[in-house]
């Protein structure tokens, strides 16, 4: 079946349930506006509170490291990780930017991607092409194809429940086994080092307390001033995304710790004994000090700006660099990769900006990267 089949299912449950959560739950507009205003300060300060976030990772007993780009991310991920060893990963689009599971694998690893949507498309050996649903391009009937190729159990003709059932049962046993557990984050609080990741899987509950090792991976962006700005994000992000409320809302600060004698803190306890987080640079120091590209550090990756963007409708996951698709990913592949051909491909239809819960000005942001772009082949050295 085409794209637009796939599309326009997702599209079809998406876009309404967005707008009766906003209708239900007015108070979300409003944490929107904190959050913007919460992510603007720390961008308007961004080297204080780096080094606010890693000194108080550290302090929680944790790991922290500042890296530059994905050469630096791997080398710090391959020391921790190690050969030979389970890795189970929940879904990340930094860790993707940076190419970390391929990176991993090259070493000897056994890496398994938990969540539903990037383990089918790690069985499909494709890219994501959505950064909220990465397999949105994928009907139901070509998802009981693969499974029924990669792991049995199902085919094209079985129920969406069933076809859940048999992913759970093969990744709970990688679950049980894994030695390392990789995530992304929502949102890390400067002021304690917390990390908050927003799901509905469970998956991501699993990889950060499983395994022994829980290693975090985010963009400087993701930093916010205090837990309490932190845990706003997790509520709009799920809001914005149509999964309101997230069925989980998961808070890390620090390897497993427990306070049952004599109500002494010590580390670990049951969950991990490690907790590394790393903060990726990737060109977004430099986009910072512009103007105009810091407008999109602001972005959740709630993904709505994709389901109401023409083109995207039209054209989907070929629009963008993996994992960045669709409006959001035309800024971010310019941010990362200092390519500027996602963006030519913007018709200003303005819906994005309008639907955007930062008020970032996508169009805006596109028509400078399309001027850089003019009088180049494509890819600038922009970091």
């Not at 199902?154 to 990688?174: I, W």
């Not at 670990?268 to 987080?277: I, M, N, Q, R, S």
């Not at 972005?299 to 660099?321: L, S, V």
Request: hydrophobic share 40%; glycine share 8%; net charge neutral.
């Amino acid at each position: 079946m085409s794209w637009d089949i796939a599309v326009n299912r997702a599209i079809n449950n998406a876009v309404p349930k967005v707008y009766k959560v906003l209708r239900e739950h007015p108070y979300i507009e409003e944490l929107a506006k904190r959050l913007r205003e919460a992510k603007l300060e720390v961008l308007n300060n961004l080297e204080k509170y780096v080094e606010e976030t890693l000194q108080s990772v550290k302090s929680n007993g944790g790991n922290a490291y500042y890296v530059h780009d994905e050469k630096e991310a791997q080398e710090i991920v391959g020391k921790i990780v190690g050969k030979g060893k389970i890795v189970v990963m929940g879904k990340s689009m930094v860790a993707y930017e940076l190419g970390i599971r391929k990176y991993l694998e090259s070493l000897g690893n056994e890496v398994w991607e938990t969540d539903l949507g990037e383990f089918l498309i790690q069985q499909a050996n494709e890219p994501p092409s959505h950064i909220i649903a990465p397999a949105i391009h994928m009907t139901k009937e070509s998802v009981g194809k693969l499974l029924k190729e990669k792991i049995g159990g199902v085919d094209e003709n079985s129920k969406v429940e069933d076809m859940v059932a048999v992913v759970r049962k093969f990744l709970r046993d990688k679950f049980v086994k894994a030695d390392v557990g990789i995530t992304g984050a929502n949102a890390i609080a400067a002021d304690t080092g917390s990390v908050l990741l927003v799901e509905n899987e469970g998956n991501i509950r699993f990889t950060t307390v499983a395994p022994q090792i829980h290693i975090a991976i985010a963009g400087v962006e993701k930093i916010l001033p205090t837990l309490a700005d932190a845990m706003i994000e997790p509520l709009v992000q799920s809001a914005y995304a149509g999964l309101y409320p997230p069925t989980y809302v998961n808070l890390t600060s620090g390897p497993s710790s427990t306070a049952d004698i004599e109500h002494n803190r010590v580390r670990p306890a049951h969950g991990p004994k490690e907790f590394h987080l790393i903060l990726v640079d990737n060109g977004r120091v430099k986009a910072n000090k512009d103007n105009i590209l810091r407008e999109a550090l602001l972005c959740i990756r709630c993904g709505r700006c994709h389901f109401h963007c023409p083109i995207y409708r039209a054209i989907g996951n070929i629009w963008g660099d993996p994992p960045y698709s669709g409006p959001m990913g035309a800024m971010w592949s310019y941010i990362v990769k200092g390519d500027t051909k996602p963006a030519m491909y913007c018709v200003h239809s303005g819906n994005c900006k309008e639907v955007c819960p930062m008020r970032i000005n996508i169009p805006r942001v596109l028509e400078y990267i399309k001027n850089l772009g003019l009088h180049s082949k494509g890819k600038l050295d922009y970091k």
